[in-house]
């Protein structure tokens, strides 16, 4: 007697069912811990060093040591050895260069100028940068932000975009960096993006670049984008109809908070509603593979008394009061977004980028070795639900384990080298899949 459910009729349903799949159009790409935002009127060649030395003298001064460190954040204090490794991880990240990703701004960052000042501005910043891209000494990403497409700002928004693209194209003498990306911020309609993608596609043809070489962000930070339909948020859409334009989405914290009606004292990072945007961004990326970057913390490690005037005891004492405030501040706010699953986010000032540090090495390291030891085994076990020092692993959480420790190599958490001392093959983990990497390790699943 002949199979009903037979080789034919499997062949049939594989067929509807990889129809079914999510389409996650965008491939994985490099993806930083932080866009640093600055104003278009103070970029210049030296910027980015600056960053980082302003970034290495504010840590080595008021957190000199991994005693410091330890004070500073409390969590770390039953852990030398931890708080030792992510001092000496911070120090040498600023030492290589800090800045990952740097966003030019000519938004919220760069105030209310005229548009011919907007038009200088635009011209001296593109030129500064088209210069570093000639020396090879931009950041791994960068880009700029102009102005949102309404109609009353549209016309700036576009005259920058172009002055901004010549200007760098006759500075960087030919040499582009991998891609420029262009942020477009105040999104709340599909013919937004339509519009501004369409210039994009303009200026390529226009000075014959490379396709897709300008890239695009959208800042999601209206309520509208999130709206439901029978296919999915439009937020969803416009991601899906912007492939492969669309490189990444950021979140607009208060910007999104305002649209919402909450008054200006309740406008926390940690706010519910903003909890509610990033399930929103993580489902989109889940479903689509486009990156999603965090917001902002809006208080700044900025000191009240300069310290080349010569201070007292009392005026260095509240220096240190708001650096080791703003650090806590900013630490718990990365460590928020990092349990969501989202690492990227803004640095608004030099001095933000060590607590940053600190709270991702804080986030991986802290787990590594217990993390190393569940997954080894595990694996070895040929994916069988196993338990580990009283934690039940099955391929659910095995598949969490494996997004762990790929996020933990690509910020520098820990390296590569770490995993291969642990029994883990780094090359295994590249598909980002439970299911290949066990079927490559000859188990049966």
Sequence with gaps: MSKLLNDEYISRNQAILKQTLPTRLFTRSFQPIHTVYGGAHLFSESTIKKITDIAKDYFCFYCPDPDTLMTIFPILQENYCLAETIYTRIISKLEVGSVEDFRIDFEDGYGYRSKQEEHEHAIQAASAAGRLASQQKLPGLFGFRVKALTPLLIDRSFSTLETFIESFLDASQGILPRNLLVTLPKVSSSEQVNIFHSALEELTQKYLLPQNFLRSEIMVEVQALLSTGSNGSLLEQIV??????????????????????????????????????????????????????????????????????????????????????????????????????????????????????????????????????????????????????????DAATGQGMINFLLKGIECGAFSPEELKQAGIEPHSLVTKSFDHIIESSGAQI
Excluded at 336 to 357: E, K, V
């Design 240 to 393: 899906l109809n912007s492939h492969p334009r669309l490189y990444a989405l950021h979140a607009g914290l208060y910007d999104y908070m305002s649209d919402l009606g909450v008054p200006a004292p309740d406008q926390l990072y940690t706010h519910s509603n903003c909890d509610y945007l990033r399930h929103q961004l993580q489902a989109v990326h889940t479903n689509t593979g486009v990156n999603i970057s965090d917001g902002a913390t809006s208080f700044l490690p900025v000191e009240k008394h300069k310290r080349k005037s010569g201070l007292t005891d009392q005026q260095h004492n509240e220096n240190s009061a708001i650096i080791r405030t703003a650090w806590q501040m900013h630490f718990s706010n990365v460590l928020h977004s990092a349990r969501f699953g989202i690492l990227q986010g803004w640095d608004l000032h030099p001095a933000q980028i060590p607590a940053r540090l600190a709270a991702i090495y804080y986030y991986f390291l802290n787990d590594r070795d217990t993390l190393f030891s569940r997954f080894t085994n595990f694996i070895s076990m040929a994916a069988k639900a196993v338990q580990t020092s009283g934690v039940f692993d």
